[in-house]
């Protein structure tokens, strides 16, 4: 009898917040090299903040 074996793969949160950040923010997607030397999208985080910088909060304020 053959076992069956579940397959536990989490999603790629990460890349796939990436591509919808860079959907809603196209000029905030950039290209950065990832851990195997190839390119990979990235997110340019001050483009983002500067984007977004009258709804951002520092720290812990509220």
């Known amino acids: 009898m053959q076992e069956s074996k ?3 793969e989490t999603p790629n949160l990460v890349s ?4 919808r ?3 809603m923010f196209p ?4 290209e950065a090299v990832g851990p195997d ?5 990235a997110i340019n985080f001050e ?3 500067q984007m ?3 709804e951002i909060v ?5």
Do not use: Q, R, W, Y
């Not at 796939?16 to 591509?19: C, P």
């Not at 520092?58 to 509220?62: F, K, L, R, S």
């Open 37 to 41: 030397g190839k390119p990979k999208k």
């Open 6 to 8: 579940m397959k536990f």
């Open 52 to 54: 977004l910088s009258s």
């Open 27 to 30: 000029n905030c997607l950039t």
């Open 47 to 49: 483009v983002l903040k």
């Open 16 to 19: 796939s917040n990436i591509d």
């Open 58 to 62: 520092d720290g812990d304020e509220a």
């Open 21 to 23: 950040i860079g959907e």
